[in-house]
C-alpha cells in the first residue's frame, strides 16, 4: 500500500461545477497538509495548507482534513476552465524533512 | 516558480551519458530540496541539504544520481551513465519556512533516448 493514495483522474467537469478532489494516506503520525496545484509543464505551486484536523476555506476554495478516517480533501467552487490543473496533495509529520505527495488528479473544467 | 531558478528546463540526452541539472534558490535559502516526477507519478524525493549539515541522500535511487551544493547557493543534481528509466521532470524546491510547504523550481524536464 502506498503512503498516500489519490485518484489520478482525469476529472473532467462543466464549468461552475463543484470539484472534490481527495487523498487518504496510511501513516497517522501526519499532521500537515498540503495541497498544490501543477499546471502544465510548470512546477507545483502551494494553493493550501492544513494542519492537524478541520477546514480552511480561501475563496473558492476549502481544504478539509479529517485525521480519524485519515482522509483529506479539496473542494472547488465555481470551477472555472482556469483551474484545470494536476492537483497534488503533500503531507508530512512532526518529525522528517520531506513531504509525500500523492500521484495527483487531473481536472478538466470545460467552458 | 517564483524564488527557485533551475536549468535547463529541458534536455534531451542519449542513454550512458552524464548529465547536470542546476537549481537556484535565488534570495538563498537553507532548505534545499530535489524532486523527481515520472509521467503519472507523484514526486519522489531525491536529497535534501539544509544548511552546512550532511545532506539526507536517502531518496537517491543509485550510486549513479549525486548531488552537491555550496553553502545556501547554487545546487547540481548529476546523474551518471543516464538510463531510459531516468526520463522524469527534476523539480528543485525550497522551504517556505518550517513546515509550511515548498516553493518549486519550473523543473528540468530529461529524456534519455
Known amino acids: 500500500q502506498k503512503e498516500v493514495e489519490q485518484d489520478p483522474g482525469p476529472l473532467s467537469v462543466p464549468e461552475g461545477a463543484i470539484v472534490s478532489l481527495n487523498c487518504t494516506y496510511s501513516?497517522?503520525?501526519?499532521?500537515?497538509f498540503m495541497w498544490y496545484r501543477q499546471y502544465s509543464r510548470k512546477g507545483p505551486e502551494l494553493l493550501m495548507y492544513?494542519?492537524?484536523?478541520g477546514n480552511k476555506e480561501d475563496g473558492r476554495f476549502t481544504a478539509q482534513v479529517d485525521k480519524s478516517s485519515k482522509y483529506i480533501s479539496l473542494f472547488i467552487r465555481d470551477s472555472q476552465p482556469s483551474d484545470s490543473a494536476t492537483y497534488l496533495c503533500?503531507?508530512?509529520?512532526?518529525?522528517?524533512?520531506?513531504?509525500?505527495f500523492g500521484p495527483g488528479t487531473r481536472l478538466s473544467v470545460l467552458p | 516558480g517564483a524564488g527557485v531558478s533551475q536549468s535547463p528546463s529541458n534536455k534531451v540526452t542519449e542513454k550512458g551519458k552524464d548529465v547536470e541539472l542546476r537549481c537556484d534558490p535565488i534570495?538563498?535559502?537553507?532548505?534545499l530540496y530535489w524532486y523527481r516526477q515520472r509521467l503519472g507519478q507523484g514526486l519522489e524525493f531525491l536529497i535534501y541539504?539544509?544548511?552546512?549539515?550532511?545532506?539526507?541522500k536517502s531518496g537517491l535511487p543509485s550510486d549513479r544520481f549525486s548531488a552537491e551544493r555550496t553553502g545556501e547557493s547554487v545546487s547540481t543534481l548529476t546523474i551518471q551513465r543516464t538510463q531510459q528509466e531516468d526520463s522524469a521532470v527534476y523539480l528543485c524546491?525550497?522551504?517556505?519556512?518550517?513546515?509550511?510547504?515548498?516553493?518549486f523550481g519550473s523543473g528540468t524536464r530529461l529524456t534519455v533516448v
Open positions: 503533500a503531507m508530512k509529520g512532526n518529525y522528517g524533512q520531506n513531504f509525500v
Open positions: 501513516n497517522s503520525a501526519f499532521q500537515y
Open positions: 492544513t494542519y492537524s484536523s
Open positions: 534570495s538563498g535559502h537553507t532548505a
Open positions: 541539504f539544509q544548511g552546512n549539515s550532511a545532506p539526507d
Open positions: 524546491a525550497k522551504l517556505q519556512g518550517g513546515n509550511y510547504g515548498y516553493t
